[in-house]
């Protein structure tokens, strides 16, 4: 366990899993630098055949630490976008070569729910929601988002999520085509267990070879993930994006 994340290994199948639950999961540097690590000590070892990524039982995360945002927005900017624990995290998504499932139980927001169009198997809760509020932070897509979530579910019901900040429910987002399967409340993990299992009981040769051929090219990927973030860093330090922040942080004050 590293701080808010807890790493596991059971038989062939690796488990993450956010766990900081008073602040609804949300992904602080750590968690992202902790992930990307679990992430990629799984590549070169053959004893992990599958990546199980999970908030437990309740939520999935809120998305990035809003106070790290605030941070970063006033701070004058000391981390080169390209070198944040963020899109170091979403490299390893992109170059990652092992199956990976996402268990959803409650609510996925911003990166929480962008990070799902890079699994190869989404279970989501009944009682799942998916929000990505970039917009009405004053910020811009990230994740590669702005080149998957219209690929996956069309220009428009893709600009009604990333740019209107429309909610799906998990029924929504199976239709939209980035969940897989709607299960009950409190059984996400053990569902992503059972197709975990039936991944590792493929030819994990073929496997690999085959979820290549599926995906985007990396290159291409990475390509869009770096222009969003140099956007995403400008966005940061506007006028429009502090004032989010702040009023988050001020609304229980009110
Ligand atoms: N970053 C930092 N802290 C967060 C957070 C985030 N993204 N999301 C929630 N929290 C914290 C809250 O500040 C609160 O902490 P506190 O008890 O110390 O005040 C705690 O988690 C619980 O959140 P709260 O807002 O009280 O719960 P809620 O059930 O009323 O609402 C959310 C939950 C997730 C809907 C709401 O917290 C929210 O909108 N969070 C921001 C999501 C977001 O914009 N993420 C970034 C996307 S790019």
Same mark, same amino acid.
């Given at each position: 366990m590293t701080g808010? *994340?807890?790493? =596991?290994?059971?038989?062939a199948i690796r488990i993450i899993t956010m766990r900081r639950p008073d602040k609804k999961n949300a992904i602080t540097r750590e968690m992202y630098r902790a992930m990307s690590g679990a992430i990629d000590s799984a590549q070169n070892d053959p004893a992990v055949r599958c990546i199980i990524i999970t908030g437990g039982s309740g939520v999935f995360t809120a998305g990035? %630490? !809003? %106070?790290?945002?605030l941070k970063d927005s006033t701070s004058g900017g000391s981390? #080169? /976008? *390209?070198? =944040?624990? #963020?899109? +170091?995290? !979403?490299?390893? *998504? &992109?170059?990652? +070569?092992? /199956?990976?499932i996402a268990a &959803? %139980?409650?609510?996925?927001i911003g990166i929480g729910t962008t990070m799902l169009f890079h699994c190869d198997h989404v279970l989501?809760?009944? +009682?799942?929601?998916? =929000?990505? /509020?970039?917009?009405?932070l004053g910020l811009v897509p990230e994740g590669g988002s702005s080149l998957l979530a219209p690929r996956t579910m069309g220009h428009q019901r893709a600009f009604a999520m990333l740019v209107?900040?429309?909610?799906?429910? $998990?029924? %929504? $987002?199976?239709? $939209?085509?980035?969940v897989s399967t709607v299960v009950a409340p409190g059984? +996400?993990?053990?569902e992503a267990g059972k197709i975990a299992r039936e991944i590792c009981a493929l /030819? $994990?040769? #073929? &496997?690999a070879i085959s979820r290549k051929l599926l995906k985007p090219p990396p290159d291409e990927l990475t390509r869009r993930i770096n222009q969003e973030a140099c956007l995403f860093a400008e966005r940061l330090r506007s006028e429009e994006a502090i004032a989010a922040f702040q009023a988050f942080f001020a609304r229980k004050k009110e």
């Open positions: 808010h *994340l807890i790493v =596991s290994d059971d038989d990035n %630490d !809003l %106070d790290d945002f981390v #080169a /976008p *390209l070198a =944040s624990d #963020a899109v +170091t995290f !979403l490299y390893s *998504l &992109v170059h990652n +070569t092992k /199956p990976l &959803v %139980d409650g609510i996925a989501a809760s009944q +009682t799942a929601s998916f =929000s990505t /509020p970039f917009i009405h209107m900040g429309r909610t799906l429910s $998990a029924d %929504d $987002a199976r239709e $939209a085509g980035f059984s +996400t993990e053990a /030819p $994990a040769e #073929a &496997v």
